[in-house]
């Protein structure tokens, strides 16, 4: 049962290109949303967040999109640079579960030079 | 920078025995979680822990896992007899508040034989 899904399990893109991971959720219970990096050999650095109550958060060269309707959140990275190559995880937490983060499969990125 | 370190990094041991993975999370940090990520999978919540007592958890942490905080810096995941698909790597992560937004260790690697 995913209730959070990353259907690419890689993804390449060129240096100063723009990167866009995708996510999809099926429970309409998540009102707060998360993205992973993940390096080889080391734990899940927390990257960015967004509330369900707005549909754009934007951190530097990092934007998460929300589109609640389709039920759909993107991360987009420009311009996308080496050090982006990594396992981004997509995560949601339950509204009332706060103890509880749910995680996506992942999506390899590479930048390709 | 503070961090959440986690010991051993990698550990073997037979089907049966018992294994007890350690973490010393951020010192002023008041939750903390356990997941697992079996290799190629998705990063899977174990359990959370606030307060002294386990505020959540997941359909994997049945009775064979338990989770301890002894003194003031040590939290504790132990399985009482491992099996094969115990194998993972394990981490612990936490949070000051309960944001989502966690600080994960590097992960104990288990590997039951």
């Known amino acids: 049962d995913q209730q959070v899904k990353q259907n690419s399990p890689s993804l390449s893109v060129q240096e100063g290109r723009i990167s866009i991971l995708n996510c999809d959720y099926t429970n309409s219970m998540f009102d707060y949303f998360l993205w992973y990096k993940k390096y080889p050999a080391e734990g899940p650095t927390f990257l960015i967040s967004?509330?369900?109550?707005?549909d754009k958060n934007e951190d530097g060269r990092f934007t998460v999109f929300l589109n609640k309707s389709a039920k759909h959140l993107s991360l987009h990275i420009v311009p996308s640079q080496p050090g982006d190559s990594a396992v981004y995880f997509c995560a949601a937490r339950e509204m009332n579960r706060d103890d509880k983060i749910i995680f996506g499969k992942g999506t390899r990125l590479h930048i390709l030079p | 920078e503070p961090e959440v370190t986690q010991t051993p990094s990698h550990q073997v041991t037979q089907m049966g025995q018992e294994v007890i993975l350690r973490c010393v999370p951020i010192s002023n940090h008041l939750y903390f979680y356990w997941y697992r990520q079996i290799l190629g999978q998705k990063v899977e919540f174990l359990v959370s822990f606030y307060n002294n007592e386990i505020s959540e958890k997941s359909e994997i942490f049945d009775d064979q896992f338990s989770v301890e905080r002894p003194d003031g810096s040590n939290f504790t995941l132990k399985i009482r007899s491992t099996k094969l698909e115990d194998s993972a790597m394990y981490f612990c992560a936490s949070n000051l508040m309960n944001t989502g937004e966690l600080f994960f260790g590097e992960g104990s690697r288990l590997t039951v034989l």
């Open positions: 967004i509330s369900s109550i707005k």
